[in-house]
C-alpha cells in the first residue's frame, strides 16, 4: 500500500500541466498566477499588521509603495539573474535582458530560450525601491522594511508552488521514496522535489519563526535583519538538495551561486543588526 502511494506520488508532476488556460498562441501560467496571489496575500497580510498595530500608514501608503516594490522586484530580479547567473551570455545578446529573443544577424528576431529571475537580485530590487519611496514619502525606511518582513515570507509559499507547477527549479537526484520525476528532466531521474521544501521552508517556517521571535524585537529594524538571517541561513543549507543552474554548476567546490549569495545576506543581516542594536544603545 505505501509503495503504491509513493509510486503515485513520484508521478505527480508529470500529470501538471504549466498553463492554466490557452487562447490560441497566448497562454496564461500556473507560475503567473502564483505571482499575483503572491503580491494579493502579501498586501492582506501587511493591512492587517497595519490595523492590528495601530501603525501610521494609510491603505493608499501602502498601495502606492506595492506599486514601487513591484517594479523594483521585477527590475531588481531581472538584472540580478543577468549579472549572477548568465553575465557572459547576455553580455553577446544585450537584447535578451528585456526578452528572451535576440535579433540574429539582419534575420529577425530569434528565441533563445533563455530567461530567469533573481531571488536576491529581487531583494536589491525592493531594497532600493523601498529606500527611494520612503525618502520621498518621509517614511522611516526600518519600520516599513520591518513591516513587511514580518509578513512577506508566508507568500513565498504560493511563488514556490508556482514553481512546482512551472516544473522548474526541481532537486538533485536522490533515491529517497518522496522524491519526483519531472518531466524537463531529460536523464528522467528521480529528483528531490525541492521547490516543495522551499515553499515549507522559506515560507511557512520562517514566517513563523519571525513571528515568535520578533516580539522580542526592541530597535527598528530588528525583523529586516533577522529575515536577512533566517532567510539567508534556510536557503543555504535547501540548496544542498537543489539542482544547480546547468550553465554554472558549482561557483566554489561543492557550493552553489545561490549559496555564496546566502553567505552575503546572513552577513548583511548580522551586520545591519549589530549596528541598529548599537545606535539603540547609543540613543539618551
Known amino acids: 500500500m505505501l509503495s503504491q502511494i509513493f509510486q503515485w506520488w513520484q508521478t505527480i508532476p508529470e500529470h501538471i500541466s504549466p498553463v492554466l488556460f490557452s487562447i490560441g498562441t497566448f497562454q496564461i501560467r500556473y507560475y503567473s498566477l502564483m505571482y499575483l496571489v503572491t503580491f494579493y496575500v ?15 500608514y494609510t491603505e493608499e501608503t501602502i498601495q502606492e509603495y506595492f506599486i514601487w516594490a513591484i517594479f523594483g522586484l521585477l527590475l531588481g530580479a531581472r538584472l540580478g ?8 551570455y547576455f553580455l553577446s545578446h544585450p537584447f535578451a535582458v528585456i526578452l528572451p529573443f535576440d535579433f540574429n544577424h539582419g534575420r ?15 531583494l536589491v530590487g525592493v531594497a532600493v525601491a523601498t529606500l527611494a519611496f520612503c525618502y520621498r514619502r518621509s517614511i522611516n ?15 513565498y509559499t504560493f511563488g514556490r508552488l508556482g514553481n512546482f507547477l ?5 532537486g538533485r537526484i536522490t533515491t529517497m521514496p518522496w522524491g519526483m520525476y519531472f518531466p524537463g528532466d531529460l536523464h528522467g531521474r528521480l529528483r528531490h522535489p525541492s521547490q516543495l521544501y522551499e515553499a515549507f521552508f522559506e515560507g511557512i517556517f520562517i ?11 526592541d530597535f527598528d529594524g530588528f525583523v529586516f535583519s533577522l529575515y536577512l538571517i533566517c532567510y539567508g ?8 538538495f537543489r539542482q544547480p543552474d546547468a550553465h554554472i554548476g558549482f561557483v566554489t567546490g561543492s557550493f552553489t551561486m545561490g549559496q555564496v549569495l546566502c553567505v552575503f545576506m546572513v552577513i548583511l543581516g548580522g551586520a545591519v543588526m549589530a549596528v541598529r542594536k548599537a545606535s539603540r544603545d547609543r540613543e539618551p
Not at 166 to 170: C, D, F, I, P, V
Not at 207 to 217: E, L
Not at 233 to 240: A, G, L, P, W, Y
Open 207 to 217: 514566517y513563523f519563526v519571525i513571528r515568535r521571535i520578533r516580539r522580542t524585537a
Open 108 to 122: 529577425g528576431f530569434v528565441y533563445t530560450g533563455i530567461s530567469g529571475m533573481s531571488y536576491h537580485g529581487g
Open 81 to 88: 539573474y543577468v549579472l549572477f547567473y548568465n553575465a557572459s
Open 141 to 155: 525606511f526600518w519600520r516599513l522594511a520591518d513591516l513587511f518582513c514580518a509578513e512577506i515570507p508566508l507568500a
Open 233 to 240: 541561513t534556510v536557503r543555504f543549507f535547501i540548496e544542498f
Open 42 to 56: 502579501t498586501y492582506r497580510l501587511v493591512m492587517r499588521s497595519v490595523r492590528r498595530s495601530n501603525l501610521p
Open 166 to 170: 512551472n516544473g522548474e527549479l526541481y
